[in-house]
């Protein structure tokens, strides 16, 4: 099939938007007789005028090929072999055109059968994400209409739908984020085929899908994401405990601490909050509402003891499901976060904090995670600032 190809008269984007270290890689590959193109996500958010997270490279050369090529290039991964040029702490991965599907999941048992650059797409999950860029003659290539639908705002599967969430169920939970990321609408065939195929969901890779979920906390997001989680039934299959608290009236309130964080992480290639912190505000609004019916509600203040024991079972009964398998340095530093909060701002006034706080492991992070309380109330900010004054004067006497 012959693809449609825009150039540079079509389209906005200058190689001054693009990662140098890429087109240091592209130009060599090329001069070496290979074709290689930027592919995937990063040209999408180049052209919807967003800073790409990453800029993956597609082409011809064999993963030895483009070894020989850089000395400071890596092969990684037996099963989908990459390769990961060096330079300083950035990377760039290059991955050879494939041909059949990219996924690692149990039906697929070979993914290392080199390909054509448009086998190379067909394998790819949305027409938005099926773009090849290349920086040297400045073309768009297009095999899949890619560029008009994200003119349309429009997300579209390559191929069938039905085939394409079946083989790999991760693409569904993919859908919603472009959704809640793009706000684009999305073709009916896929819309409708959600709701017979989710259940496939539980098939795929907890640990594919908690990444997944993860880089959506992390992209300033997060808030449409859950909503679509819990629209879409997602919430319910993947995360059981969590999504009680979502069909409840305090759902809301975890839908604002989702969207304080989203305006404290800046978008593009930067995360600002660490993955604690984003799965303490997660978690923060379920403590305060099971601190409220357990305690409050009866008139009685809990002892940081109570405290400590309640985000322990917190914890331990919402991010420990299948889905929800948090890795463990998340969850003993979210449930740092979590009790800290009423030592920073007791709920007893007259209780007077301890200035020690700030030396316990975790302080840090509890107190990022004051501030983002403190865009919900702001009368915390009178006690975010304060911890903050003393813990910078002790930094800075530690420090000279
Ligand atoms: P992000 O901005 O979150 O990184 P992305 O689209 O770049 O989004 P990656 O996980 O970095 O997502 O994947 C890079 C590219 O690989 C995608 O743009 C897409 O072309 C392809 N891809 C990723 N996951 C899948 C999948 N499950 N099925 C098919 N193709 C996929
Ligand atoms: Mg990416």
Redesign the pocket.
């Known amino acids: 099939m012959q693809p449609k190809i825009y150039t540079s008269a079509d389209h906005h984007i200058r190689n001054n938007l693009v990662d140098k270290n890429a087109l240091t890689v592209l130009r060599v590959l090329h001069e070496a007789g290979h074709i290689a193109y930027l592919?995937?996500?990063?040209v999408?958010?180049l052209l919807l005028r967003k800073e790409?997270?990453?800029f993956?490279i597609s082409t011809s050369a064999r993963p030895e090929e483009v070894k020989k090529l850089f000395r400071s290039c890596i092969l990684i991964g037996r099963r989908f072999r990459l390769a990961h040029v060096r330079f300083g702490r950035e990377v760039v991965e290059v991955a050879t055109f494939r041909a059949g599907?990219?996924?690692e999941g149990e039906l697929i048992v070979q993914d290392n059968v080199w390909g054509t650059p448009e086998e190379d797409v067909m394998?790819?999950?949305?027409t938005i994400?099926?773009l090849f860029y290349d920086p040297l003659d400045h073309k768009i290539i297009d095999y899949v209409g890619g560029f008009e639908d994200l003119q349309k705002h429009l997300l579209r599967v390559i191929g069938t739908p039905e085939v394409?969430f079946k083989q790999?169920p991760?693409?569904m939970i993919?859908m919603l984020?472009?959704r809640a990321r793009f706000g684009f609408h999305v073709e009916e065939q896929a819309h409708e085929v959600l709701q017979t195929c989710k259940k496939e969901i539980k098939n795929s890779s907890p640990a594919r899908v908690l990444e997944e979920v993860f880089?959506m906390l992390e992209?300033g997001a997060s808030e449409p994401f859950f909503r679509l989680l819990q629209e879409t039934d997602f919430l319910s299959l993947l995360f059981p405990g969590i999504a009680n608290y979502f069909a409840q009236e305090m759902s809301e309130s975890i839908y604002a601490h989702l969207k304080a964080a989203d305006s404290m992480n800046t978008k593009g290639r930067y995360r600002t909050l660490e993955r604690s912190v984003l799965a303490a505000a997660l978690l923060f609004p379920i403590y305060e509402h099971e601190i409220k019916l357990r305690y409050l509600a009866q008139e009685k203040i809990p002892h940081l003891g109570d405290l400590m024991d309640l985000a322990h079972t917190l914890v331990h009964d919402l991010f420990f499901d299948a889905f929800s398998h948090f890795p463990r340095k998340i969850r003993l530093d979210a449930h740092s976060i979590l009790h800290m909060q009423y030592r920073l701002s007791p709920l007893d006034q007259k209780r007077r904090p301890r200035t020690k706080l700030i030396h316990q492991k975790g302080f840090r992070r509890a107190l990022v995670f004051l501030k983002l309380r403190a865009l919900l109330h702001p009368k915390l900010f009178k006690n975010y600032e304060h911890w903050k004054r003393i813990y910078q004067k002790e930094h800075a006497e530690t420090s000279t």
Do not use: E, I, L, Q
């Not at 592919?39 to 990063?42: A, D, H, N, T």
């Open positions: 592919v995937g996500g990063g999408r958010d790409p997270k990453d993956d599907d990219p996924t394998r790819r999950d949305f994400n099926g394409r790999d991760v693409r993919r984020k472009f880089r992209s």
